[in-house]
Each structure stands twice: as C-alpha cells, then as structure tokens.
Nanobody, 124 residues
Framework: QVQLVESGGALVQAGSSLRLSCAASGRTFSSYGMGWFRRASGKEREFVAAISWNGARTYTADSVKGRFTISRDNARNTVYLQMNSLRPEDTAVYYC?????????????????WGQGTQVTVSS
C-alpha cells in the first residue's frame, strides 16, 4: 500500500523557517517527479513547488520563489520543502504528492498519490 507521510508543520512567527519532510513507502518513487501543494482555509489547493525524478530540475510558484526550496533524497524515498522568511499568507495545510510523470508538473491532476497534509501556521 502506497503511503506518503508529511511532517515538520508547526506554528511559527513571521520571518521564521521550517523544513517539511515527506516520506514515501509502499513503492519506490525515484522515477517520478514529486511536488508540494498547499490549501489555505477557504481556498483551493495550489501548487507550491515541484522536482524532477532525479532532482536535477526544480520549479517553485512565484508566491514562494526565493524563499522556498524543494529537494529530494531518492535513497530515503523522501522529498523536502525548506521554507524561509515565512509570512502569514503562507499559512495552510501542506501536501506532498507523487506525479505520474518524471519531469516537472504543476497541476493537481498530474499527481496520483497524496499525503494527508501537515499544518503550517505563521503568526504576524
């Protein structure tokens, strides 16, 4: 059974940093791209960052560019999201996902496995 488990979410003050982790089990995802999405209260799920199968290419949304970095460790079947200079508008539930493709994808429909999410709350 495929399982993605996110961790690292917390309540922090604006300007702080957090590192989210997503551990995958049940199969190996080293051939597939992975991504992070978030859903703020009352809003739709939105793309945050994506990484190609081997980590050679990454892409981040404009709203987090320069502050968030996605990385992966295929030996550990884990993907990370380093979040710096956090802002109150970054408050959301953050989800990791595995793509159906090996390259960068930004649309929800291109991802077929999802974690349960981890809450990030940034206070002003």
């Amino acid at each position: 059974q495929v399982q993605l488990v996110e961790s690292g979410g917390a309540l922090v003050q604006a300007g702080s940093s957090l590192r989210l982790s997503c551990a995958a089990s049940g199969r190996t995802f080293s051939s597939y791209g992975m991504g992070w999405f978030r859903r703020a209260s009352g809003k739709e799920r939105e793309f945050v960052a994506a990484i190609s199968w081997n980590g050679a290419r990454t892409y981040t949304a404009d709203s987090v560019k320069g502050r968030f970095t996605i990385s992966r460790d295929n030996a550990r079947n884990t993907v990370y999201l380093q979040m710096n200079s956090l802002r109150p508008e970054d408050t959301a539930v953050y989800y990791c996902a595995v793509s159906s493709y090996s390259d960068i994808r930004t649309l929800v429909r291109n991802y077929n496995y999802w974690g349960q999410g981890t809450q990030v709350t940034v206070s002003s």
